[in-house]
């Protein structure tokens, strides 16, 4: 090998073009009793130094080897002597089995796997990494680096083409590629098969992540800052002392069956993550998580730390494409702060989630139906998120209900230009959510009394429905074993024909079940256990008696109704609301803030079965 690309050198240097001769000759390792004289060319074949491409034996050796011989070629800059200059490349061709962790500890040193080279972990023991072995470490591997002082000596490595599979025995996890203490990484055209995280980054900043996918890995992608987590925490099992992951870019990039959760970013920021696609996710949830990961499974997580203040922050999420299981409900995002680890300045923009089953009727408002954005913990510190111009397409014929948003808390969230209207009749957007655009056309005060004029009710009394604390914009239904609603009628007759479906939002609370009863243009859609089928086919759109689990936080629901006739606009609506019959009569729900108008986003899911 190393004769052929000699005479290939020489036949370039005659004025010949020799075959298929590469711009960068390959070297290998200097030749015994010399000192490689003469200037190197900056490219090595790790098949040099005694790598076995065909994966039967070790080539950890060998490959850590070629790293370290590229490392000496790299040279520091005159004017700067902390940075490098004349990169090195590895050049990995074949398959090969590894048994330890690859470091690339030094600046521009880059690993090229021609022509899709695969690296087989056959690891049989992850002590020291605390359950996590890594396949390859890019940056300075045992030293953690403080915030805005990793050196130049630890930039510009580039992974590029590389494959990294499970070995077939012994079925030990690994981490793929951990990414730690360095600069402007690029990880480009590469796949993870089957390990527990295909690709971490931690104490790492401006790095690109373009092109990779990982498949079956419990995670799929980590953007991780550790902050002030203990060294149990690190896959190094080094402790940090500051901690900095932030204009991170991750394009194009795919996880696929991620048994856990497909992206997580935590208590991380400034990232943009474009284009990605996250298929089958959470269908084995690990327990326990490993490395304080949090143990919510979902598609793309975005959440503060555990430990300490600290925030994640700007960050834009976009173009990202949920494949949702077939058979069970999923959440898509879900964004959590805890813990003083705030959220905020985090945008989902044009996140579309494809859906597989249609939902019978009884499943609508039910946890059985999969969410495109749920908010969990510490809404009180969530700011400026925003969910826009995303939404459901259905996959398979018939209706679909699906969950646009569901918040446990109350963020300062803004739903803007989502669709359809349908999968905002299962939503609740916490007391801070908001809907644009929306037209409101009335705001129910019931500072009038019990019944507020030219409203009636229903199994009400002065002992049944009463004020909350003395607080007259509050209706509160509690005291009887049957329904307690109060109903009243609304006339859009002033209002255009093709306008899209009336929407009816409220804040509500409590630990009795809320009832909720629509009659638009003189059709009741009668909500007990089950929509009726005739009325589903008009609107597919409301809530089946939904429960009000939280008594201490108020909870936005929101209600829309699609337009049955394209030829005749809705010109009336009558409501219900109240508590549904409960034996207990302590059971109550508060209700207050109700609006009645109309929401002008989309209507219907995209159904290509239904062209």
């Known amino acids: 090998m190393g004769m052929l690309r000699l005479l290939l050198g020489f036949g370039v240097c005659a004025g010949m073009w020799v075959g298929a001769l590469e711009p960068e000759t390959m070297i290998g390792k200097p030749p015994a009793g010399t000192s490689g004289e003469g200037k190197p060319r900056q490219a090595v074949h790790a098949n040099d130094f005694g790598a076995d491409p065909t994966g039967v034996q070790d080539s950890t050796a060998a490959i850590q080897a070629a790293v370290d011989y590229a490392s000496s070629l790299v040279k520091p800059h005159v004017k700067s002597p902390g940075d490098r200059i004349d990169g090195a490349t590895v050049h990995l061709r074949g398959v090969y089995r590894v048994t330890e962790p690859i470091f690339v500890r030094t600046s521009n040193v880059c690993l090229d796997g021609d022509g899709g080279a695969t690296l087989l972990p056959y690891f049989t023991s992850a002590a020291g990494y605390n359950g996590a072995k890594p396949v390859l470490v890019i940056g300075t591997g045992t030293v953690w680096q403080t915030s805005g002082s990793i050196p130049a000596a630890n930039k510009y490595n580039r992974v590029e083409g590389l494959m990294i599979k499970r070995a077939p025995s012994p079925n030990l996890s690994f981490v793929g590629i951990l990414v730690s203490g360095t600069r402007n990484a690029v990880l480009r055209d590469l796949l993870v098969e089957e390990g527990l995280i295909g690709v971490l980054c931690e104490n790492t900043s401006e790095a690109l ?8 890995c419990n995670w799929g992608f980590v953007f991780d800052s550790r902050k002030d987590r203990p060294a149990a925490h690190s896959v190094l099992n080094v402790t940090n002392s500051d901690n900095d992951v932030s204009s991170m870019r991750a394009d194009m990039i795919t996880a696929y069956y991620p048994q856990h959760t497909g992206v997580l970013a935590f208590d991380t920021g400034t990232h943009l993550i474009t284009g990605c696609t996250i298929g089958c996710f959470s269908d084995s949830p690990s327990s326990p998580t490993p490395l304080g990961f949090p143990a919510a499974a979902v598609g793309l997580h975005v959440t503060g730390g555990t430990t300490g203040p600290g925030t994640t922050r700007g960050m834009l999420v976009q173009d990202v494409v949920f494949e949702a299981s077939q058979s069970s409900p999923r959440d898509c995002i879900r964004v959590d702060a805890a813990n003083q680890h705030a959220v905020f300045g985090v945008t989902f923009d044009n996140c579309t989630v494809q859906t597989w089953k249609s939902y019978s009727l009884t ?14 913990q510490g809404g009180e510190d ?3 998120l925003t969910l826009r111009k995303s939404g459901y397409m259905a996959q398979s014929a018939g209706y679909f209900y699906g969950r646009l948003v569901d918040c446990d808390t109350a963020p300062d969230l803004l739903v803007q230009d989502c669709f359809p209207s349908i999968t905002l009749a299962s939503s609740n957007l916490g007391s801070g959510g908001h809907i644009d655009p929306v037209e409101y056309v009335y705001r129910i005060d019931p500072s009038a ?3 507020p004029p030219g409203w009636t009710s229903t199994n009400v009394n002065g002992s049944s429905l009463i004020t909350n604390l003395g ?6 239904f509690t005291g009887t074993t049957t329904d307690a609603y109060i109903t009243r009628s609304f006339s859009f007759n002033e209002y255009q024909p093709g306008l899209a479906g009336p929407i009816v939002t409220f804040l509500c609370r409590g630990d009795g079940d809320l009832t909720f009863v629509a009659e638009v243009n003189g059709a009741a859609d009668t909500l007990t256990t089950a929509k009726n089928t005739v009325n589903a086919s008009r609107y597919s759109n409301a809530l089946v008696d939904p429960n009000v689990t939280s008594t201490s936080t108020w909870r936005r629901v929101t209600f829309t109704f699609n337009q049955f006739d394209a030829n005749y606009g809705f010109h009336s609506m009558r409501i219900w609301v109240g508590r549904k019959a409960n034996a207990s009569l302590t059971k109550y729900v508060d209700i207050c803030d109700l609006w009645v108008g109309y929401f002008e986003g989309g209507r219907h899911a995209y159904n290509p079965f239904e062209r």
């Open 209 to 216: 992540i373009q092109q990779v996918s990982t498949i079956g």
């Open 363 to 376: 499943d609508l408002g039910k946890d059985t139906a999969t969410t495109l954005l749920r908010v969990g």
């Open 471 to 476: 607080d007259p914009t509050i209706w509160r």
């Open 449 to 451: 009394g019990f019944t």
């Open 382 to 384: 969530i700011v400026g």
